[in-house]
T-cell receptor, first 112, second 114 residues
Framework: DTEVTQTPKHLVMGMTNKKSLKCEQH?????MYWYKQKAKKPPELMFV???????INESVPSRFSPECPNSSLLNLHLHALQPEDSALYLC???????????FGSGTRLTVV | GESVGLHLPTLSVQEGDNSIINCAYS??????FIWYKQESGKGPQFIID?????DKRQGQRVTVLLNKTVKHLSLQIAATQPGDSAVYFC?????????????FGQGTTLQVKP
């Protein structure tokens, strides 16, 4: 298995909702990442997990809460989002210390 | 802050021609660079990488050139095909060995005309 799987592919949520994005990989990668990508812009790093521990938080607002329950799973919990948070959320993984990230296809999030 | 950027937002080429996509970076401490391809509705896909101790690396139909003197990176695609149409990002990697941090440039949209 050489893929990163993200679910759901599309999500529409209200500003008072709580939802979660999920990411799964079975490549044995011990580093996992969340990126946010707005239309026609490059992906922007949000969080880095290394060996299931949060190692980088790029000053992301607390309404985004990451979680890494085990070495194969990465979640992003969403609460009280704003319309400007609408974007494509990408998950990636890599071997620890390696930069050849494998990306998932993303979750297209719309906040209404 | 420091960033990686691309020179042109859009590049249009004829099928069969060679394509050259350019990128300028500003962090002279970076030692690893990657080119990614992103097709519509998909995540970025790894194309080729290069370390700062190299100035050229070749893959299948693609070549990456690195000029550290002027902090310039380029991606050459030989015999461009319609399937090459996508957004291309250069990315700059730095950080400790266990907490890799990959920062993307602005991206160039490659359009291949049949």
């Amino acid at each position: 298995d050489t893929e990163v799987t993200q679910t759901p592919k599309h999500l529409v949520m209200g500003m008072t909702n709580k939802k979660s994005l999920k990411c799964e990989q079975h490549m044995g990668h011990r580093a996992m990442y969340w990126y946010k990508q707005k239309a026609k812009k490059p992906p922007e790093l949000m969080f880095v997990y290394s060996y299931e521990k949060l190692s980088i938080n790029e000053s992301v607002p607390s309404r985004f809460s990451p979680e890494c329950p085990n070495s194969s799973l990465l979640n992003l919990h969403l609460h009280a989002l704003q319309p400007e948070d609408s974007a494509l959320y990408l998950c990636a993984s890599s071997s620890a210390g390696q930069y050849g990230y494998t990306f998932g296809s993303g979750t297209r999030l719309t906040v209404v | 802050g420091e960033s990686v950027g691309l020179h042109l937002p859009t590049l249009s080429v004829q099928e069969g021609d060679n394509s050259i996509i350019n990128c300028a970076y500003s962090n002279s401490a970076s030692d690893y660079f990657i080119w990614y391809k992103q097709e519509s509705g998909k995540g970025p896909q790894f194309i080729i990488d290069i370390r700062s101790n190299m100035d050229k690396r070749q893959g299948q139909r693609v070549t990456v050139l690195l000029n550290k003197t002027v902090k310039h990176l380029s991606l050459q695609i030989a015999a461009t095909q319609p399937g090459d149409s996508a957004v291309y990002f250069c990315a700059e990697a730095y950080g400790s060995s266990n907490t890799g941090k990959l920062i993307f440039g602005q991206g160039t949209t490659l359009q291949v005309k049949p």
